[in-house]
């Protein structure tokens, strides 16, 4: 069953296709069970805050199993790289109230920093590099 993980025979870049399918598929998920903690990060100028909730958790759903399908596997990188972009808004909306979101989320504002300059450009390249990625089987 976990003959991948032997010395010599791991592929990092394998778990790291999984791990990107996971953290779509779970990240979309959680815009249905938990709404309520993203409705205040959603800028005011977006009225409709739970229909934005829900185009959100349901693209990262579609979007994570058309990266698990390779013939999808392109166009669905393209839209996670366009999908973080629209989230930009809210990093923004972030920092403009200092870090803190009341009845949401608050933390430090350099961590706000951190989060639109550095992890959000790391998402979009963690889905970029899987553009083209062929998923290997092992061999007995």
Same mark, same amino acid.
């Given at each position: 069953? *976990?003959?991948?993980?032997?010395? %010599?025979? *791991?592929? &990092?870049?394998?778990?790291?296709?999984?791990?990107? *399918?996971? /953290?779509?598929?779970?990240?979309?998920?959680?815009?249905?069970? =938990?709404?309520? /903690?993203?409705?205040?990060?959603?800028?005011?100028?977006?009225?409709?805050?739970?229909?934005?909730?829900?185009?959100? %958790?349901?693209?990262?759903?579609?979007?994570? *199993? %058309?990266?698990?399908?390779?013939?999808?596997?392109?166009? +669905?990188?393209?839209?996670?790289?366009?999908? &973080?972009?629209?989230?930009? +808004? +809210?990093?923004?909306? =972030?920092?403009q109230e200092?870090?803190?979101?009341?009845?949401?989320?608050?933390?430090?504002?350099?961590?706000?920093w951190v989060?639109?300059?550095?992890?959000?450009?790391?998402? =979009?390249?963690?889905?970029?590099?899987?553009?083209?990625?062929?998923?290997?089987?092992?061999?007995?």
């Amino acid at each position: 069953m *976990f003959t991948e993980l032997r010395a %010599g025979n *791991f592929d &990092l870049k394998k778990y790291g296709f999984y791990g990107l *399918f996971i /953290f779509y598929a779970l990240a979309g998920l959680n815009h249905f069970i =938990m709404p309520e /903690f993203y409705y205040p990060l959603i800028p005011d100028y977006f009225h409709d805050r739970p229909t934005y909730n829900a185009i959100a %958790g349901l693209a990262e759903i579609v979007l994570a *199993f %058309g990266i698990y399908y390779r013939p999808f596997r392109r166009a +669905s990188a393209s839209g996670i790289i366009l999908l &973080l972009l629209t989230f930009v +808004s +809210s990093h923004v909306y =972030m920092i403009q109230e200092g870090g803190c979101i009341p009845e949401s989320l608050c933390v430090p504002l350099w961590v706000a920093w951190v989060r639109l300059v550095l992890i959000h450009p790391l998402l =979009m390249f963690w889905a970029w590099a899987y553009r083209d990625y062929k998923l290997k089987t092992i061999s007995k």
